[in-house]
């Protein structure tokens, strides 16, 4: 898989694994680019995950001589999605969560994001992931198409777009009953 025959295991790290999602999510150009000099596989994280560009500086042996073909995000991470990514596709679950329906429960909310390793032969679901808790009970643990609060559907994309800041990692949570209710979070 890698240009390196010592690279026996893929580490993946939190940031490594939310630029690749961000990067699938946003339709950003990725590929690997392996260090020509020691062969190791190059990591852009950061801003340099953010933008395409040709010229890669290795992270193992410092060198600044490797340059893709065209403009990529590079990560060990392509390589693997695509070797272990089942082509069967996305899909928006047929489900809809009314949280106004749980007083008195806590939950959080993430948006659902594509799996850098997908092998089940069904499509994997893009919508609102939910986890609704009555004291330490999970009462719901679903993908849904459709999230409702006060009325108002929630939007995945809002989500995902907070989901990558550190005062609101992995969504948002709240008690439902809560005078408070989440404060900033874009509703339809």
């Known amino acids: 898989m890698f240009a390196n025959a010592e690279i026996t295991r893929v580490n993946i790290t939190p940031p490594?694994?939310?630029?690749?999602?961000?990067?699938?999510?946003?339709?950003?150009?990725?590929?690997?680019?392996?260090?020509?000099y020691c062969g190791y596989p190059h990591?852009?994280?950061?801003?340099?995950?953010?933008?395409?560009?040709?010229?890669?500086?290795?992270?193992?042996?410092?060198?600044?001589?490797?340059?893709?073909?065209?403009?990529?995000?590079?990560?060990?991470?392509?390589?693997?999605?695509?070797a272990f990514m089942n082509a069967a596709g996305f899909a928006v679950p047929n489900r809809?969560?009314?949280?106004?329906?749980?007083?008195?429960?806590?939950?959080?909310?993430?948006?659902s994001t594509?799996?850098?390793?997908?092998?089940a032969t069904r499509p994997q679901e893009v919508g609102i992931h939910a986890h609704v808790r009555r004291g330490i009970e999970r009462i719901v643990d679903d993908t849904y198409g459709?999230?409702?609060?006060?009325?108002?559907?929630?939007?995945r994309e809002d989500l995902l777009a907070m989901n990558g800041r550190a005062d609101h990692h992995?969504?948002?949570?709240?008690?439902?009953?809560?005078?408070?209710?989440?404060?900033?979070?874009p509703l339809v």
């Open 43 to 82: 990591l852009d994280l950061g801003d340099f995950a953010t933008k395409p560009h040709r010229k890669h500086t290795c992270a193992n042996c410092g060198s600044d001589n490797t340059w893709s073909k065209t403009e990529i995000v590079s990560t060990p991470l392509k390589p693997l999605h695509d």
């Open 16 to 36: 490594a694994a939310f630029e690749f999602v961000r990067g699938l999510e946003t339709g950003r150009e990725m590929g690997c680019i392996n260090c020509t």
């Open 146 to 155: 459709e999230v409702i609060l006060d009325g108002k559907q929630l939007v």
């Open 114 to 119: 594509p799996a850098i390793l997908w092998t």
């Open 96 to 111: 809809r969560l009314h949280l106004d329906e749980y007083a008195g429960c806590d939950y959080a909310l993430y948006a």
């Open 170 to 185: 992995l969504g948002r949570r709240r008690r439902i009953d809560d005078a408070v209710r989440i404060r900033g979070l």
